[in-house]
Each structure stands twice: as C-alpha cells, then as structure tokens.
C-alpha cells in the first residue's frame, strides 16, 4: 500500500500525543494545573486515543491486509477514509481541548463515526468473495464498530432534546464503549494476529476458526449484558447472559489450547522479545475474559461499577496493555528492528504493567475505601515513562529496504 510505512509512523506520532494528554491528566490529578479544564482534557483523551491511535493503525493494518490477500483491488479509497479519519481524529483532539462537547466536537465525531461506516461497506465488499481465515474476524468488528453507533446516537439524542434519563444516559455510554473495546478492537486484534501467524507457516483449521469465533462472537454480542445488570433484568435475560459468557469463555479456552498447540511452531519464528509480547498480551486478554466471567456475579458487577478505580483499571487493561500492545507490536514489525527500538519496547511494556498493577491495587483498595499513599505521584511517574518510551519507538522507526 502506497505511503504504509509514513501512516504506520503518523499513528504512532498520534500515540505520542495520546501519552502526552495522560502525563497532563496525571500531573493535574497530583499537583495542579488550573489553566487546564480536566473534563476537556479527559475527553479528548478517549476520543484520540480510540480514533487518532487505535483506529487508525487498525485501518492501516487492515488495509495492509487486503493489498496482500484481494487481487487487484483499488487501494485509494482506503487510503483516503485513512485520511479522513486522521482528520477528523486531530479535529477531535483541538476542539474538545478547547471547548469539551459543542458543535465543533459533535462535527469532527460525526465524521470520524460516518467514516467508519463507509469502511465497513467497503471491506464488506472487497472480502466478499475472499476465502480466507482472518475474514469473519474483520468483518465482525467493524459490525461492532457500527452497532456501537447506536449508544453515541442515542447519548446524542438525548442531549440535543435536553432530555436525559440517567440510567438510559449510563446504559448508551456503556453500549458504545463495550461494542468498541470488546468488538471493533478485540476481534481486529484476532484478525491481524491469525493473519500475522499464517504468514509464518502457522495455520488454523476452518473448523476451529470458526468454532472459537462464534463463540466469541456471541459471548461479545450477548455480553452487553454484563454493563448493564444494575437495571434489575428478568430471570430469563439474566440467565442468556450468563449462558453467553460462559461460551465466551469456552470459546476463548480453546483460543489458548490451540495457541499452546502452536507454540513449538511460534518459538522457531520468532525472536524471545516477540514471544514475551505475546505472552504478555495473552495474559491482559485472559485476565479480560476472567473477570468477565466472575462480573456474571451480581454482587461482583456492582462493586465493580461502583467503584471508579475498578473501572479504570479494566478499561486500560484491555485498551493499553492487551489492544495498544499489540497493535503497537504489529506496527513495529513493519520496520527495521534495532537494539534501541527494542529497549523502547521493553520500556513500554514496564511502564504500561506498573501502570496496571498500581492501577488494580487502587481498585482493591477501594473496597475497604483505603487510599494508596502517593498513588497519584506515582501514576504520573509512570505516565511520562509511557510517554519516553513511546517517544523512543517513534524516533527509532526506520523503513525496511525493498
């Protein structure tokens, strides 16, 4: 794909900025910065960090993926929506620092959420008469970036009509946010991954394939439910949910028995640091699944939505140490490997586990509503060497010779 190393390069840039809004957050948090509106910031925080970085290195990945795998197809719409999406993405980050939600943010989302339905509509077409592995992957999460619409639809509605319901405002959050850390971002990731292994020699069975996406499929469709226990559901509804997080885990089990049945295969392929990489995203992707699995308790639900450390805790577990991480590493194989590039990964992967470690201690704290002395200090320690480290792979990024 023409200009791939340059985006590639730019999303990781786009990262760069995201680390840059979490040093100020943190520091905000722990000292003080009083010129700086804290809302505006943590808003166009997530929204960069789900458009400017997440997005679009899965829209560059995928399109990589279709310039290798669909005969003479017309790269140039994809690279455009690629364009747009950055612009909007940047849009997003300018107007919610200077003014959080208003016309001017509402105008940049709008576009960066239409954008990605066109996406869609054209992955859909070119895949469809593709036989290949990582299809019904990449196909399902962009079906969860569009069904994730409908909570932002929903919270817009409500706010133009100054008509808001509390519990249907929580539900609509949790509805998108859901649909885009275990949809769109998850089953890309899967995608990307079973693809990058069958480029090494490493195939799975249709029959598996298949088996572990439905599965998985159904769990993250059905597992909405799990966001939302607190509005005291029917018996029956309940029970679906249950039923659909158990497949979820069986699905994700078999994921793990086939990647262990693999792994005398991945060793002989790749180098140690790649492996520890792959280890440490399996265990974020695990620990999701767990506990998942244990929020089917009512009463674990509620401690877990009732405490707000909890829930930052789970969000950056799957977006920075299980999503970030991997897409990070995907990117990173796409140029020339170097001993300093490697020290910046190793870095970031301290850094982001510190981070999530203190984070997770914070959140079991919070039962007994004992704080972590310095906690916040420490949180923005750990925020600038995420940021020194990201800032390190950056500047070491050099593009493979032809």
């Not at 794909?1 to 809004?21: C, D, E, P, Y």
Request: with cysteine; hydrophobic share 55%.
């Amino acid at each position: 794909m023409k200009n791939q190393a340059f985006l590639l390069k730019f999303s990781i840039f786009s990262f760069v900025i995201v680390a840059i809004l979490g040093v100020l957050m943190r520091y905000k948090i722990a000292f003080s910065l009083p010129f700086v509106e804290q809302k505006h910031l943590q808003e166009a925080h997530s929204h960069f960090a789900f458009y400017g970085f997440i997005t679009s290195c899965i829209y560059i990945l995928v399109a990589q993926y279709l310039s290798k795998t669909v005969e003479e197809i017309q790269m140039k719409k994809y690279q455009i929506l690629i364009g747009v999406n950055f612009f909007a993405s940047y849009g997003m980050l300018l107007s919610f620092l200077y003014a959080g939600y208003y016309w001017l943010s509402i105008i940049f989302s709008t576009i960066a959420l239409l954008n990605s339905f066109v996406y869609y509509f054209f992955l859909y077409r070119d895949l469809k008469n593709l036989q290949e592995t990582s299809k019904i992957w990449f196909l399902a999460a962009f079906f969860f970036a569009v069904l994730s619409s409908l909570g932002v639809f929903t919270l817009s509605y409500m706010m133009a009509s100054k008509n808001v319901v509390q519990e249907l405002y929580l539900a609509s959050t949790y509805f998108y946010l859901h649909f885009q850390y275990n949809g769109f971002f998850i089953f890309s990731c899967l995608g990307l991954l079973f693809y990058h292994l069958k480029e090494k020699g490493i195939l799975i069975s249709s029959k598996e394939n298949r088996n572990i996406f439905w599965l998985l499929f159904i769990g993250c469709f059905v597992g909405f439910g799990l966001s939302v226990l607190w509005l005291k559901l029917p018996v029956w509804i309940y029970l679906v949910i249950v039923l659909a997080t158990l497949a979820q885990t069986h699905g994700a089990f078999v994921f793990f028995k086939w990647i262990k049945n693999q792994w005398p295969k991945i060793k002989t392929t790749t180098n140690a640091l790649q492996r520890f990489v792959f280890i440490y995203v399996g265990f974020a992707f695990a620990v999701k699944i767990l506990l998942q699995l244990g929020s089917v308790i009512p009463a674990v639900s509620q401690f877990a939505f009732g405490f707000r450390n909890v829930v930052i805790a789970y969000l950056h577990l799957i977006l920075l140490m299980c999503v970030a991480t991997f897409l990070l590493s995907q990117v990173i194989q796409n140029f020339k490997t170097s001993p300093r590039l490697n020290a910046g990964l190793k870095y970031f992967l301290l850094s982001v586990f510190l981070n999530e470690f203190l984070l997770g201690l914070m959140g079991i704290f919070s039962i007994k509503y004992v704080a972590i002395p310095f906690a916040n200090e420490f949180l923005f320690g750990i925020s600038v060497l995420i940021l020194i480290s990201i800032l390190i792979i950056f500047n070491t990024l050099k593009e493979k010779n032809n």
